[in-house]
T-cell receptor, first 115, second 117 residues
Framework: GAVVSQHPSWVICKSGTSVKIECRSLDFQATTMFWYRQFPKQSLMLMATSNEGSKATYEQGVEKDKFLINHASLTLSTLTVTSAHPEDSSFYIC???????????FGSGTQLSVL | AQSVTQLDSHVSVSEGTPVLLRCNYSSSYSPSLFWYVQHPNKGLQLLLKYTSAATLVKGINGFEAEFKKSETSFHLTKPSAHMSDAAEYFCVVSPFAGGTSYGKLTFGQGTILTVHP
């Protein structure tokens, strides 16, 4: 079946540094990818929707300059958390929509801890 | 290791009839289980979650699910379907009982629910 590879699965960084998370569709082309964040004991919250070759659409309350999303190809989207702070510590997960059949597949998530 | 299998990729029902979306899981730990729904052009919405409390979980919009450990199942049901229920539904398992504070989520393949007038 279709696979979405999300990397890294776990990252610890110092406050003030930037962290890049990759979301890659391994055997299908994804015109649309979604980025979610999960706060402790809460459900996933959509951060942004990215379409290949165009700017991401951010949900209300999500800082565009803080969470940079790039969807440069049909198989790769990246989320960069810039100047990370401890409050950015969270679980981030991506999903990708298969261009061929509109099915949605999920990455395994990235646990970010900012010290 | 954990996995989740949604047994039906598509389910079609008539408005006013019951809905059953099936989900089986495997987990090396006591799992937390969730059902999410995604309507077209919207993000995921949490319907309900099981976190080792009552095995019958009631969620939003009239949905409920029952955790059956002996059957490793967490099927989603609704007594009477509404047109607005048409969407894609995902069963999700997490290895941490008591919530999903931090944990590796594993998603099922999704079930598309179609509701006919």
């Amino acid at each position: 079946g279709a696979v979405v590879s999300q990397h890294p699965s776990w990252v610890i960084c110092k406050s003030g540094t930037s962290v890049k998370i990759e979301c890659r569709s391994l055997d299908f082309q994804a015109t649309t990818m979604f980025w979610y964040r999960q706060f402790p004991k809460q459900s996933l919250m959509l951060m942004a929707t990215s379409n290949e070759g165009s700017k991401a659409t951010y949900e209300q309350g999500v800082e565009k300059d803080k969470f940079l999303i790039n969807h440069a190809s049909l198989t790769l989207s990246t989320l960069t958390v810039t100047s990370a702070h401890p409050e950015d510590s969270s679980f981030y997960i991506c999903s990708a929509r298969d261009r061929a059949n509109e099915k949605l597949f999920f990455g395994s998530g990235t646990q970010l801890s900012v010290l | 290791a954990q996995s989740v299998t949604q047994l039906d990729s598509h389910v079609s029902v008539s408005e006013g009839t019951p809905v059953l979306l099936r989900c089986n899981y495997s987990s090396s730990y006591s799992p937390s289980l969730f059902w999410y729904v995604q309507h077209p052009n919207k993000g995921l919405q949490l319907l309900l979650k099981y976190t080792s409390a009552a095995t019958l979980v009631k969620g939003i919009n009239g949905f409920e699910a029952e955790f059956k450990k002996s059957e490793t199942s967490f099927h989603l049901t609704k007594p009477s379907a509404h047109m607005s229920d048409a969407a894609e539904y995902f069963c999700v398992v997490s290895p941490f009982a008591g919530g999903t504070s931090y944990g590796k989520l594993t998603f099922g393949q999704g079930t598309i629910l179609t509701v006919h007038p």
